[in-house]
C-alpha cells in the first residue's frame, strides 16, 4: 500500500504543475471591440477645442475661467485611438496645446463617445475642410476633429446654440475628471 501512494503522490503532482503551467502560458489575444459587446472603430479619435471670447485672466494673470460650466470655458481634449485621453482646461487650452495624459478611456466610454457623435459622423463622407473653416470668435466656439475608417472631418460649432457640442464637451471634461470649480 505504501508503494501505491508513492507513486499516485508524484503523479498528481506533475498533473497540477502541467495545469498551472497550462493555464499561465495562454495569453488571451485581445478582442475586437464588436466581440467585447461594444463597436466603434480601431482607428477613432477625436479632437475637441474650446475657444472663449473675451478675456482669460485677469491683470495678475489670474484664470477667470475658472469656475465656469465645462462648456464655456477654454478647453482642450484629445482622445487617442487606444482610448488615451488628454485634457487642459483654462487660460492658454488652445489648439497649439498638446495637453499631458488624463487617463484611458474604457471600452465602453469610447463607444459612449462614438455614438455621442452620431450627428457629426455624416460628416466624414464629405471630408475634411482643412484650414478653410471659419471661426467666429463672437461667442464661445468648438472646433471638432473627428478621424474614423481612414477619414477625418472638422466640424466649427457655436456652443451656446448646439446642445450636442455642448454635452461633447462636458461628457469629455467629466471623463477628465474636471469640474467647474470648487463645490462646497
Not at 499631458?100 to 475634411?128: F, H, S, V
Not at 477619414?151 to 454635452?167: A, C, H, M, Q, Y
Request: net charge positive.
Amino acid at each position: 500500500m505504501a508503494m501505491t501512494r508513492n507513486r499516485k503522490l508524484p503523479a498528481a503532482l506533475l498533473g497540477l504543475v502541467a495545469i498551472l503551467t497550462g493555464a499561465c502560458a495562454s495569453n488571451p489575444t485581445p478582442q475586437p471591440a464588436s466581440v467585447r459587446g461594444v463597436d466603434y472603430p480601431q482607428d477613432f479619435a477625436l479632437s475637441v477645442t474650446v475657444i472663449t471670447p473675451g478675456r482669460e485672466t485677469d491683470a495678475n494673470g489670474r484664470d477667470l475661467s475658472f469656475g465656469r460650466d465645462l462648456a464655456d470655458r477654454p478647453g482642450r481634449y484629445i482622445v487617442e485611438p487606444d482610448g488615451l485621453l488628454r485634457a487642459a482646461t483654462g487660460a492658454g487650452a488652445t489648439t497649439r496645446v498638446y495637453p499631458p495624459r488624463t487617463k484611458y478611456l474604457t471600452d465602453r466610454q469610447m463607444a459612449d463617445l462614438w455614438n455621442r457623435l452620431e450627428w457629426i459622423r455624416p460628416d466624414l463622407q464629405i471630408g475634411d475642410p482643412g484650414e478653410d473653416t471659419p471661426i467666429r470668435t463672437s461667442h464661445t466656439t468648438a472646433i471638432i476633429h473627428l478621424a474614423a475608417n481612414g477619414r477625418r472631418t472638422t466640424k466649427v460649432v457655436n456652443l451656446e446654440e448646439d446642445t450636442w457640442g455642448k454635452s461633447l464637451v462636458r461628457t469629455l471634461g467629466e471623463h477628465a475628471w474636471l469640474s467647474t470649480g470648487w463645490s462646497w
